[in-house]
Nanobody, 125 residues
């Protein structure tokens, strides 16, 4: 599976960005998808995950009520809408997928083991 994230950039605090992750190489609609991030000097952390059908979604407490994950099966793409951005949201954002279909594992990684190249998000104060 190939995962290609895009949409990062520089934004002021309080602004918005929408990240996209295009998936190819397998049946998109049968796999959970997730977003993770890694800030400089910190470990990678969970942001959001969505089940294959989209009926189950989890968010990290730090982004709840500000970020929204969604998926479009017609475009084989998962999105992360980020609103009310804060400087502490600055990080490289990665999309991820599990190797097993119809599988959403436990935290912290929710069974994700395929990782795309990240996209940089920088929030200025």
């Amino acid at each position: 599976v190939q995962l290609q994230a895009s949409g990062g950039g520089l934004v002021q605090a309080g602004g918005s960005l929408r990240l996209s992750c295009a998936a190819s190489g397998r049946t998109f609609g049968t796999y959970a998808m997730g977003w993770f991030r890694q800030a400089p000097g910190k470990e990678r952390e969970f942001v959001a995950v969505i089940s294959p059908s989209g009926s189950t979604i989890y968010y990290a407490d730090s982004v709840k009520d500000r970020f929204t994950i969604s998926r479009d099966g017609t475009k084989n793409t998962v999105y992360l809408q980020m609103n009310s951005l804060k400087p502490e949201d600055t990080a490289v954002y990665y999309c991820a997928a599990p190797s097993r279909s119809y599988y959403l594992g436990p935290p912290p990684d929710y069974g994700m083991n395929y990782w795309g190249k990240g996209t940089q998000v920088t929030v200025s104060s």
